[in-house]
């Protein structure tokens, strides 16, 4: 059976998609979302479109395009209550107990292979991944790893186990590894500093309707908090790696493009958003497997300009469309690292800073239980038309800030001057920085490093501070719609790759038809119907294109009459 977006089995399938209005993507680029389909040159739609009959029913059923909009309109995207506060303090057993709850509905809901409802979705929204969540190390059939712990906590960590054992697709503990390795790394955003970002948004002037990309959308608190200006006329896109983060999100917005996938693997539309938010992940993990970055991007293959975070926001600013948006929380590396001044080069002759917020270390206490001081930055891609402005945040400067460190016999604490690398850009806007500056290291290191710690003499909220930062630092309704990558769809023709009996289809490679002669491109012309109809039953159309799905993905396809085949509608180009 298809699936409902309320919880609801759908008995009848819904019938084979008419070939409607198509745009055009490919691996890295994709066009705006309307246009006109370009003429079949090979015929090859002839055996579909002839199954419509004239009172627009067919073989399957009734009229496709109402069968599709039915089922794809039940679909339900999440919305949090904009009152609702989170905790003020970190939790562990809370968290934990949340966490366990938004599995067990997980369990059920794949178990029924049905989307999840309004009320599940609340459950499934308390979930916060494994980051300083450090029970989960611990194995619960060994004695001597519980010893001064409660049996309670035991319990739940037995139950946790299980829960992932039955959810592991692989069936060989290597989802519970994974949970195990994101406890010290997978962290995800407090929603007071997303709401202060999309304050920051509206301040600019953006509004929907908009093509939204979460780059690392764990399960989607991005989407969540957007405002409802945004929210309700938003074309949602979400890219995670982590399998049940990634599970959740699906679940959260049904109507959202997800991709569980790593970036460096993921099929990114570029030249096409309007906006591109989240929490990017940093780290000194170098990204060297994405071969056509690494040859677009030369001057980035050595470290630390190619550490994940810097890889993200080259991926960004690429999937922005020409003079969108680009609002990012990352690390101070980014901006403040003198090894990573090719990498801030490059970002300067693509996009325009617009503003940075330094944010505290306790900024993500509450809800991660980590301390870490991390950069808010705000950027506009530059129109092709647009001379790069010049951009002396590039470079980095050194300055004195204080450092406390042990004083006699290490009873007490002194502080002494230190100097530190920063990027002038907040030595120009000391209003930038929510708090006070200080020399600090990571995680017990020896190299200091420029860090905020809070000021507890300003008692106000951290998004009241960010709210007041960006109002002063943030230019106000520039926000403007821009070009997108479009394809002329009157000079590139397509073909569907269904039905057809043999060829290798590898763009580059050249085919026949009509007598003419074509060579295969990279892109795809999308056929909205078709996504339409590959998410009603939970998949994801871009993980189609890009051979990432698993054969029950193909057999829930099967379930409204598609096969993976039906998606691969390659443009192609003439040959004069």
Do not use: C
């Amino acid at each position: 059976p298809a699936i409902g977006g309320n919880g609801i089995l759908v008995t009848n399938p819904i019938p084979v998609p008419q070939r409607p209005k198509s745009t055009t993507t490919s691996g890295t680029k994709t066009s705006g979302n309307s246009g006109t389909a370009p003429t079949n040159q090979g015929g090859l739609d002839a055996g579909r479109d002839e199954q419509i009959d004239e009172s627009g029913e067919n073989e399957r059923g009734p009229s496709t395009g109402a069968a599709v909009d039915r089922v794809y309109q039940s679909l339900i995207n999440y919305k949090a209550d904009e009152n609702e506060d989170e905790d003020a303090f970190f939790s562990h057993v809370k968290r934990f107990n949340d966490n366990l709850a938004a599995l067990e509905v997980l369990l059920t809901i794949e178990k029924e292979t049905r989307f999840a409802t309004a009320e599940e979705q609340v459950i499934l929204s308390k979930y916060v991944g494994w980051g300083g969540l450090k029970g989960l190390l611990l194995n619960p059939k060994i004695d001597s790893h519980w010893e001064g712990q409660s049996d309670k906590e035991r319990q739940r960590v037995q139950k946790l186990h299980d829960l992932i054992a039955e959810l592991d697709p692989e069936g060989k503990h290597s989802l519970l590894l994974k949970a195990q390795h994101s406890a010290e790394t997978a962290f995800f955003t407090a929603v007071p500093i997303i709401r202060a970002m999309y304050t920051a948004l509206e301040q600019m002037g953006v509004k929907g309707p908009i093509d939204v990309l979460e780059p690392s959308a764990g399960i989607g608190n991005f989407f969540a908090a957007m405002p409802k200006t945004m929210h309700d006329h938003a074309n949602m896109h979400g890219i995670e790696m982590d399998y049940l983060s990634a599970k959740i999100l699906k679940q959260l917005y049904q109507k959202a493009e997800v991709q569980s996938s790593k970036m460096e693997k993921a099929l990114v539309h570029e030249n096409y958003f309007d906006v591109v938010v989240g929490n990017v992940p940093f780290g000194d993990q170098a990204i060297k497997s994405d071969t056509n970055f690494n040859e677009k991007y030369p001057e980035l293959k050595k470290e630390p300009n190619n550490f994940i975070h810097n890889y993200f926001f080259i991926k960004s600013v690429d999937a922005a469309r020409e003079g969108g948006i680009i609002a990012l929380i990352t690390s101070t590396g980014t901006m403040d690292s003198k090894s990573s001044k090719e990498f801030r080069k490059v970002l300067s002759q693509k996009a325009e800073l617009l503003g940075v917020i330094r944010l505290p270390n306790t900024a993500f206490a509450a809800n991660a239980n980590t301390s870490v001081t991390s950069d808010i930055i705000f950027l506009r891609k530059y129109r092709a038309d647009e001379n790069p402005k010049e951009a002396d945040w590039v470079e980095t400067t050194e300055t004195i800030v204080k450092h406390e460190k042990p004083g006699l016999l290490g009873l007490t604490t002194i502080k002494v001057d230190a100097e530190v690398t920063v990027n002038p850009y907040f030595l120009k806007n000391p209003k930038a920085i929510i708090g006070i500056p200080a020399a600090g290291s990571f995680h017990g290191g020896t190299n200091l490093r420029y860090m905020v710690e809070n000021d507890k003499t300003d008692e106000r909220p951290l998004d009241e501070k960010i709210n007041a930062a960006t109002a002063e630092l943030l230019p106000k309704n520039i926000y403007a719609k821009g070009k997108k990558t479009v394809i002329d769809q009157e000079t590139k023709p397509y073909f569907r790759e269904a039905g057809t009996k043999e060829g290798d289809f590898t763009p580059g490679n050249v085919i026949v038809q009509n007598g003419q002669a074509f060579r295969i491109t990279a892109e795809y012309a999308i056929d909205q119907q078709l996504d339409k109809a590959a998410k009603a039953v939970g998949v994801s159309p871009d993980e189609i294109r890009n051979n990432q799905i698993s054969k029950f993905d193909e057999e829930r396809l099967a379930t409204v009459g598609l096969k993976k085949e039906d998606f691969f509608i390659r443009v192609i180009e003439p040959i004069r």
